[in-house]
Structure formats: structure tokens, C-alpha cells
């Protein structure tokens, strides 16, 4: 039995993402941050801004255009893991009105994607997956070609997979790619919402 100091606590969720929004008000990333995606995580050494901005596979492509494949895969992911919680969540599928029968308001343990990596990438890669990183680098440059960005998300989730606490490293990782940003980083936000959107199949751009 996993020990309480060892699990992330979902009811905490809302105050690590209200603290998020204080902090990046103008890049709030979602209309209503799902419930079982708020959670407060312990926290954890930020990665290395080099080590983030790097391009992984040699591609040879601009550092912005890294940047943008990289904050669309974090954002697509973020709503892929909101997705199978929801999906595994005998209270969201029966719309129970009691909090203790919403197992996605329970405790996420340590480990989390690393322990269900094959379950949220069924979700995550389905045929619009690759198009929404296309439309989001598209806005912005003609950079790269659809296998490129292809390899460079594969190897952001390869990384993502080892975090301990993974809602806190997307966030973590959201945060200082924006920083990192150098072009309309006010307004990526607001993209990265409409990409989301087309992938979960509201639009159909």
C-alpha cells in the first residue's frame, strides 16, 4: 500500500493551478482547469532552461520552432491525462453527485504517467495529435516538417516520463518555455486553447 507521503494529493490540484494563473495570468492555457488535473504536487527542482530548450534529435531546427513543438506536446498531453482519468473514473461516468465516488479527485501516486505511459498515449496520439503541433508551430513559422515534430514530441513524453510528480513538471515546463519564447508569447496561450480544441475534435480547422 503506497504511503500518504508518497502520493499526490488531487483535492490540492486547484490551489497549485490558482497559484499558476496568479502567476501567468495572461497565459491561462484552459477556459475551466479540469478537477483532477489542479492538483498541488510536492515541489521539484525545475528542469535545466538548456537542457529544455535543446533540441533532442538533431533536427537542426530554429529554437523557437523547438520551443512551439515542445509547448503544444505539453498541453496536448496535459488534456490526454485529464482525458483517462475521466475515462477510469467510475464517478464521472455515472455523473455521481458525491466527490468520494470521483476516483480523479483521489489521490494521483508518484509516478503517475510512468505507471500509465501506454493507457494515456491511446488517447493522447490519435489522428489529430500530429496536425495540432503542426497548426501551432504553423501560426508562427514554415519550420519543419510533420516527421520532425513527430520525433522531438516523442522525446518530450520519453522525458516527461520519468517525473515523480508529472501534473507539476508539465507546468513547470509550460512556464519557462513561454519565458523562453521570444515571439507572441502573450498570445500563445490563447493558441494553444484552439489547438486543443481540434484535437478533442470541437474544431475543425
Not at 29 to 55: A, C, M, R, V
Not at 118 to 128: A, H, P, S, Y
Not at 137 to 160: K, N, P, W
Request: net charge negative; glycine share 4%.
Amino acid at each position: 500500500m503506497t504511503s500518504v507521503s508518497t502520493m499526490t494529493s488531487s483535492l490540492d490540484i486547484a490551489q497549485a493551478t490558482e497559484a499558476l494563473e496568479r502567476d501567468t495570468q495572461p497565459w491561462d492555457l484552459t477556459d475551466s482547469p479540469p478537477p483532477s488535473l489542479l492538483i498541488q504536487t510536492p515541489p521539484s527542482p525545475p528542469p535545466s532552461p538548456q537542457l529544455l530548450l535543446q533540441d533532442p534529435t538533431g533536427s537542426g531546427l530554429f529554437e523557437e520552432t523547438i520551443i512551439d513543438i515542445k509547448l503544444a506536446t505539453h498541453h496536448l498531453l496535459m488534456l490526454a491525462l485529464n482525458e483517462f482519468l475521466q475515462d477510469t473514473c467510475y464517478g464521472c461516468q455515472i455523473s455521481h453527485p458525491s466527490q468520494v465516488q470521483h476516483s480523479c479527485l483521489l489521490e494521483l501516486p508518484e509516478y503517475f504517467f510512468d505507471i500509465y505511459y501506454d493507457d494515456v498515449m491511446i488517447r493522447l496520439k490519435t489522428d489529430r495529435f500530429i496536425p495540432a503541433i503542426r497548426l501551432f508551430v504553423r501560426s508562427y513559422t514554415v519550420d519543419g516538417t510533420g516527421t520532425q515534430f513527430s520525433r522531438i514530441a516523442e522525446h518530450t513524453m520519453t522525458e516527461l516520463r520519468s517525473s515523480q510528480h508529472i501534473v507539476c513538471a508539465i507546468n513547470d515546463n509550460i512556464v519557462q518555455l513561454l519565458e523562453a519564447s521570444r515571439y507572441d508569447r502573450r498570445a500563445k496561450p490563447a493558441m494553444l486553447r484552439m489547438i486543443g480544441n481540434y484535437w478533442a475534435g470541437r474544431h475543425l480547422v
